[in-house]
């Protein structure tokens, strides 16, 4: 039947028809087009994760903030950089937390990459710090400097006493007790430990290579491997323990004057201790302050290449050697470890949780990170990690830009502004005769005595006196709640003010695309269905063509 035969209401059906078809098509295409890899999660699956505990008190603190303001719940075990990866690995973690990769160069230990799918995210930076407990004629030592060499022979067991030679090269102006050095190590897997050997490796070769046959450890490629647990030497008076609160909680002991050990310097803030000043490649001795932290990161090289399985992680060669004088040579980033693929017990809720938890930290949490004793990410690693959230199943996060981010690093033309701001060291702290009295650590606020303390070639830093110590004064028998080697955990700033991240859907919203469809369904079943119903009707007024027997109610015969 041509057009010209349609009645005029039924070329408007037509029309009708086709309208709703053509919407059809549409919406279904958009909704195809706006669904991601993976589905979006519907609620908030609680998630677990485990790993390093350099990283844990940054880490807890943002899990009490989003439990507290969103009910998002993350549980973390502090159980070491090393068990963080192995749970990661094999499926018991939702994600993992670590200051290394997986498989690291030239190491000791077999630490082979997953096969499960993932991807590298910085989380914070921070400066592995020398937390010590030190005391002359009875009073704290909160200024203690220490060269890279110093430090590598004392943790090598070459230097055993704090009043050798070299430790009084530099420190001018104390007068160092002859007591014993009583290095303290993690016994635990320990990406603390991973760091500072890869620097032993790099910056003292020497040392470190002549340390391995004492403790039976093979070279690797001719020099002692880089290793996540540090060898001890039976007898040797090294001490260990297990996590950062283990170390740090023995350093604090009242009876482990002469300790020392190596931990985050968040650790050292929350336990009212001093950490000492390092010697840096511009002759100035430092702490991991948040911006000395920065300025020294600036020198680090990132990969790049986001093809590579170990995209966004870290070479600190240039850190340990870096020129500026503000540089704190042992700073490093710590890495959230991510699933990019389903499986196990991770799904798309659970994905979904992990993801905004992810954008949270990265924006609003970075704002407590220097109160928490770590320094904050620079805005290419916090756009890159928003590229890596965007791989969780189940998540979809949209990054807030410089403008909304209040990242305290960001600046407008890209640069670093905590790095650009950081101040330059006092004339005391450069290597010489003199030295600066202030504090350290979670002792700044607390110089070092005079009188049987100190020499003749102290000296006080103009402008030093200030900043954010908030440690316990020496000598008010402050230290860890219960039992040998446990600090407690709920000493650590808690941040509750911040305003969540914003995670809307980044692609085309499925909604508008399914209503299309809806309403184009709807215009189809309008224009059709009548007709066909009209149709039916008309069929059941006539005879049925197998029934041959006259029908006189209708004045119907068969012909």
């Given at each position: ?256 004057v002469g300790a020392i050990t190596f931990v985050e310097y968040s650790y050292a803030l929350n336990s009212g201790y001093p950490v000492a000043k390092v010697l840096n490649g511009a002759g100035y001795y430092t702490e991991p302050t ?104 189940g998540g979809n996060p949209v990054i807030k830009g410089i403008t909304d981010c209040n990242n305290p690093t960001f600046s407008p033309d890209g640069s670093n502004k905590l790095a650009n701001e950081a101040p330059y060291p006092a ?58 080697g446990v600090l407690d955990a709920e000493t650590a700033p808690v941040i509750v003010a911040a305003s969540p991240q914003s995670i809307p859907v980044a692609a085309v919203s499925l909604l508008p695309s399914l209503a299309m469809a ?42």
């Open positions: 039947m041509s057009l010209q035969r349609i009645p005029r209401w039924g070329v408007a059906r037509v029309t009708v028809a086709l309208l709703g078809l053509a919407l059809i098509a549409s919406g279904v295409f958009g909704a195809a087009g706006a669904l991601p890899a993976y589905a979006v999660g519907t609620v908030h699956s609680p998630i677990v994760g485990s790993g390093s505990t350099w990283s844990a008190n940054a880490l807890q603190a943002w899990i009490r903030n989003v439990w507290a303001n969103y009910q998002w719940k993350i549980t973390y075990s502090e159980s070491g950089s090393t068990q963080g990866r192995n749970d990661f690995a094999n499926g018991t973690s939702d994600f993992g937390v670590s200051e290394i990769p997986y498989a690291i160069a030239n190491s000791n230990e077999a630490d082979i990459r997953p096969s499960r799918e993932f991807a590298y995210m910085p989380i914070v930076a921070g400066g592995t710090a020398f937390m010590y407990n030190l005391e002359i004629g009875g009073k704290r030592v909160t200024n203690l400097r220490l060269s890279g060499d110093t430090i590598a022979k004392i943790f090598t067991g070459v230097i055993t006493r704090w009043d050798d030679p070299q430790v009084k090269v530099d420190n001018p102006a104390l007068v160092l007790p002859s007591i014993p050095i009583v290095p303290v190590v993690r016994s635990d897997g320990s990406g603390a430990t991973a760091q500072v050997s890869i620097w032993l490796r790099q910056e003292h070769a020497g040392l470190w290579d002549a340390y391995c046959p004492k403790v039976g450890r093979p070279l690797v490629n001719d020099h002692c491997g880089v290793t996540s647990n540090y060898p001890v030497i039976p007898g040797s008076g090294f001490v260990a323990r297990s996590g950062s609160n283990g170390v740090a909680g023995y350093v604090a002991l009242p009876h482990a948040a911006q000395n932290v920065a300025v020294g990161l600036l020198s680090a090289q990132i990969n790049e290449d986001t093809a590579s399985p170990e995209y966004l992680t870290q070479d600190l060669t240039n850190v340990y050697t870096s020129a500026d004088p503000r540089t704190y040579s042992l700073s490093s980033y710590s890495y959230s470890i991510l699933p990019t693929a389903l499986g196990g017990s991770f799904t798309e809720n659970k994905g979904l949780t992990l993801a905004d938890f992810g954008a949270y930290f990265l924006c609003e949490g970075q704002q407590s990170a220097e109160v928490l004793g770590y320094s904050p990410l620079p805005i290419n690693l916090v756009q890159a990690g928003q590229k890596q959230l965007q791989k969780v199943p004339d005391c702290d450069k290597q010489g005769a003199t030295q600066c009295t202030t504090g350290t650590g979670g002792a700044k606020d607390t110089p070092t005595g005079a009188g049987a303390a100190t020499g003749p070639g102290a000296a006080t830093a103009a402008g030093d006196e200030t900043g954010a110590g908030g440690g316990p004064a020496a000598g008010d028998g402050q230290q860890a709640a219960g039992s040998e809806g309403f184009g369904g709807g215009l189809f079943a309008f224009s059709a269905i009548p007709p066909i119903l009209g149709k039916r009707g008309r069929t059941s007024l006539l005879p049925d063509p197998a029934d041959g027997i006259t029908d006189t109610s209708r004045g119907l015969t068969r012909s």
